[in-house]
């Protein structure tokens, strides 16, 4: 399908290309809702049936640090976490690095930046076909050179509950669902394997912006 739909003119440089889809059929919503279900993150209920295919083609294709901005839908409410659904695997290059927070993220979290500043590594997602990764916008993140051509993923954003449920408390927690979705410094339960391992992640700084992570794997 993302070969099929028409490219998008780029608005800055970047070292992907993107098409846009709604999926007003809701073939790929329904199930990810039901990924989104099972990891029983609070701040998280629905996709956005607004999403769009993202690609790199070329060899060292990247992304800097940053932190995705939240949509608002008809009612005004604002998503809360990104997905992304890997559509290729990519043995080698091209992993999704989960990075510590700095001091200075806040005030630049409404571009969608980053304080400057080395960051130490959270966990790393490395790109596997079926792979569905879940996280805060607010966390900071970035895309590791490709080395395996094409990187192709399935990227767009998930609402909160209703606003009344929506109150309860922070976004928080990462997921990490699909083929071989295990990582390091996470708990993962494998449907294959039938084992558990407990290993949740906090990372802070002095600043005022701290992420956890705790992924899941299961089989999409």
């Known amino acids: 399908l993302w070969r099929e739909l028409p490219v998008a003119p780029k608005e800055k440089t970047s070292s992907n290309e993107r098409s846009y889809f709604a999926d007003v059929a809701g073939w790929v919503t329904s199930a990810l809702d039901v990924a989104v279900a099972c990891a029983g993150l609070p701040q998280a209920t629905a996709s956005v049936p607004l999403m769009r295919f993202l690609w790199y083609p070329h060899v060292g294709g990247a992304l800097p640090a940053h932190v995705d901005l939240p949509r608002k839908d008809a009612s005004g409410i604002r998503s809360t976490y990104t997905f992304l659904l890997y559509l290729q695997d990519c043995e080698d290059g091209g992993e999704t690095h989960m990075l510590e927070c700095l001091d200075g993220d806040e ?13 130490g590594v959270v966990a790393s997602v490395t790109p596997r076909r079926g792979r569905l990764l879940l996280f805060p916008h607010i966390c900071p993140h970035s895309a590791a050179p490709v080395v395996d051509v094409p990187k192709v993923l399935l990227r767009g954003e998930v609402m909160p509950p209703a606003p009344r449920a929506s109150e309860e408390g922070p976004q928080d927690g990462v997921l990490v669902a699909g083929r071989d979705a295990a990582q390091p410094s996470a708990r993962s339960i494998g449907a294959a394997e039938g084992g558990e391992a407990r290993a949740p992640v906090r990372t802070s700084t002095s600043g005022s912006i701290a992420c956890n992570t705790g992924s899941r794997s299961m089989p999409m």
């Open 107 to 119: 005030a630049l979290a409404a571009s969608g930046g980053v304080a400057p500043g080395p960051r």
